[in-house]
């Protein structure tokens, strides 16, 4: 019965957690900020878009990790004959397993790329483009102008280091990546890309 009294009672306003302006004013303002908490659902859902695409340095052709481990992916990107080849060579942990080396040759210019067997992963390696055989993502490509290229590059988190006669775009750390850009008369006339695979 006592409970009750306790329960029904105007004095049980002590365990109300609200309070009145004037109980707020003698409060230091620290203990009623209001916690912050991220949107969690957008931070998992751009984590998952981020991991399923390259940076421009991670793969400056194509952007879709998915698209990026087919062979064809770099096929439907060349516009000039080309041909393919593939190299079995030592896996640089395990001797024991065979990795591929496919190279893609279109007029002067390469493409390699690096499919270690364990992971099923594509991964370019290294590039040199002397045509208008492939454009890269964003349409950067050989004969587009420097201040063009500025432009795009300037829209990605590289570093750029810029002389008279390139323009290289490279991480600003971690590991060796380049994407190198040769000028002529103001105009873009060699592509180079130089990854780290391991």
Do not use: W
């Not at 006592?2 to 105007?10: D, H, R, T, Y």
């Not at 280091?161 to 971690?174: I, K, M, S």
């Amino acid at each position: 019965m006592l409970a009750l009294v306790f329960l029904f009672s105007p004095f049980t306003g002590a365990c109300n957690t609200a309070i009145t302006s004037n109980e707020a004013d003698d409060m230091p303002q620290q203990d009623f900020q209001e916690l912050s908490f991220e949107d969690t659902l957008s931070s998992k859902v751009s984590r998952s878009i981020a991991a399923n695409t390259y940076d421009l340095l991670g793969n400056p052709i194509i952007a879709d990790r998915k698209q990026g481990n087919k062979l064809e992916a770099y096929f439907v990107r060349i516009n000039a004959d080309f041909t393919l080849d593939a190299m079995p060579i030592e896996n640089r942990h395990k001797p024991d397993i065979s990795d591929t080396i496919y190279t893609i040759r279109f007029g002067e210019s390469v493409l390699e790329l690096y499919a270690p067997t364990q992971t099923g992963d594509l991964l370019l390696q290294d590039a040199d483009i002397r045509n208008t055989g492939i454009i890269l993502r964003n349409n950067m490509k050989v004969g587009m102008s420097q201040p063009e290229l500025m432009t795009k590059l300037k829209a990605h988190d590289v570093r750029i280091l810029q002389t008279t006669n390139e323009v290289v775009a490279t991480t600003a750390e971690g590991a060796p990546i380049a994407l190198r850009f040769y000028l002529k008369n103001g105009k873009v006339n060699r592509i180079r890309y130089e990854s780290y695979v391991d």
